[in-house]
C-alpha cells in the first residue's frame, strides 16, 4: 500500500510526557482539516485495538462503503510496549494499528478510528496521530467526551464541541434513543464530510460499522488469548 510510518518519536531515557504534549503540539500543526475525500467512496476501513497478556492487538476491517458488507479485515499482535499514559494514548496504540494497516491488500478511501481526533487537549488524539503516520484520511470516532464543551446549537443532528472557542469536534446521535459518539477530523477531511461519512456507516447500533466490527474481531482475538 506505500503506507510509510511517520511516527517522528522514539523513546530514550529522557522521554518525558512534558516533551511528549510538545512534539504532539507541533504534529498538530501538519493535521489537514480540510475535506480531501473523493467524490465517491468506494471501501471504509475501522480501527480498533484491544489488550491482553501484555500484547496489543490492532485490527483494521475493510468494508465497501455503500453495502457495509466485509470485505477483509487483518489482525497484528505486537508486545505491548508503550505504557498508558492518558492524553498519550496514540504513542501505544498506532504500532499495532500500523501493523494490521500495512497488511491489508485493499486499500480504503478513509479510515474511522476509535479515538479521538482533533478533539483532544494536545489537538492530536489517535485518530490524527494516525492519519498523520500513515498519510491517509482519518476519522475519530470516540465513545466519550475527552475534552472541550457541547454547544446546544446544532442545527444539522448535531451539536458543535468547542474548547476556548474553538469548534474540535461534534457530538453526534447516530441512534435515538443512545448515548452520542464524538467525533473529530483525524487527518485530511473536513468535520462536516466526517460526521457524513459517520453517519452512513451507521446501521443498527450506536457504533458505525467499520469501527464495530473491528471491535468484534479486536475481542475475539483478547479472548483466544486470555483462553
Given at each position: 500500500?506505500?503506507?510509510e510510518l511517520r511516527l517522528r518519536v522514539k523513546l530514550s531515557p529522557r522521554f518525558s510526557i512534558k516533551k511528549a504534549h510538545m512534539m504532539q503540539?507541533?504534529?498538530s500543526k501538519q493535521v489537514i482539516r480540510e475535506n480531501q475525500l473523493p467524490k465517491t467512496i468506494k471501501y471504509v476501513a475501522g480501527v480498533d485495538l484491544a489488550y491482553a497478556k501484555g500484547m496489543s492487538v490492532g485490527v483494521a476491517t475493510v468494508l465497501k462503503f455503500d453495502s457495509l458488507?466485509?470485505?477483509?479485515s487483518q489482525v497484528a499482535c505486537l508486545k505491548t510496549r508503550f505504557p498508558y499514559i492518558?492524553?498519550?494514548?496514540?504513542?501505544r496504540e498506532i504500532p499495532p494499528a500500523y501493523s494490521a494497516i500495512k497488511k491489508l491488500q485493499t486499500e480504503p478511501d478513509v479510515f474511522l478510528v476509535d479515538g479521538q481526533g482533533f478533539a483532544h487537549p494536545y489537538r492530536l488524539g489517535f485518530a490524527t496521530h494516525l492519519g498523520l503516520a500513515i498519510d491517509k484520511p482519518t476519522i475519530g470516532v470516540a465513545k466519550s467526551l475527552l475534552c472541550g464543551k457541547v454547544e446546544p446549537v446544532g442545527e444539522h443532528?448535531?451539536?458543535?464541541?468547542?474548547?476556548r472557542g474553538e469548534i474540535i469536534g461534534a457530538e453526534v446521535v447516530t441512534k435515538p434513543g443512545t448515548k452520542p459518539i464524538y467525533v473529530s477530523v483525524g487527518h485530511r477531511v473536513s468535520l462536516k464530510r466526517a460526521i457524513d461519512v459517520v453517519m452512513q456507516c451507521t446501521r443498527s447500533y450506536r457504533i458505525p460499522e467499520p469501527i464495530r466490527r473491528a471491535h468484534m474481531i479486536a475481542g475475539e482475538e483478547k479472548r483466544n488469548r486470555l483462553t
Amino acid at each position: 500500500m506505500g503506507f510509510e510510518l511517520r511516527l517522528r518519536v522514539k523513546l530514550s531515557p529522557r522521554f518525558s510526557i512534558k516533551k511528549a504534549h510538545m512534539m504532539q503540539r507541533q504534529l498538530s500543526k501538519q493535521v489537514i482539516r480540510e475535506n480531501q475525500l473523493p467524490k465517491t467512496i468506494k471501501y471504509v476501513a475501522g480501527v480498533d485495538l484491544a489488550y491482553a497478556k501484555g500484547m496489543s492487538v490492532g485490527v483494521a476491517t475493510v468494508l465497501k462503503f455503500d453495502s457495509l458488507s466485509l470485505v477483509e479485515s487483518q489482525v497484528a499482535c505486537l508486545k505491548t510496549r508503550f505504557p498508558y499514559i492518558p492524553t498519550l494514548l496514540s504513542f501505544r496504540e498506532i504500532p499495532p494499528a500500523y501493523s494490521a494497516i500495512k497488511k491489508l491488500q485493499t486499500e480504503p478511501d478513509v479510515f474511522l478510528v476509535d479515538g479521538q481526533g482533533f478533539a483532544h487537549p494536545y489537538r492530536l488524539g489517535f485518530a490524527t496521530h494516525l492519519g498523520l503516520a500513515i498519510d491517509k484520511p482519518t476519522i475519530g470516532v470516540a465513545k466519550s467526551l475527552l475534552c472541550g464543551k457541547v454547544e446546544p446549537v446544532g442545527e444539522h443532528g448535531w451539536l458543535p464541541l468547542t474548547d476556548r472557542g474553538e469548534i474540535i469536534g461534534a457530538e453526534v446521535v447516530t441512534k435515538p434513543g443512545t448515548k452520542p459518539i464524538y467525533v473529530s477530523v483525524g487527518h485530511r477531511v473536513s468535520l462536516k464530510r466526517a460526521i457524513d461519512v459517520v453517519m452512513q456507516c451507521t446501521r443498527s447500533y450506536r457504533i458505525p460499522e467499520p469501527i464495530r466490527r473491528a471491535h468484534m474481531i479486536a475481542g475475539e482475538e483478547k479472548r483466544n488469548r486470555l483462553t
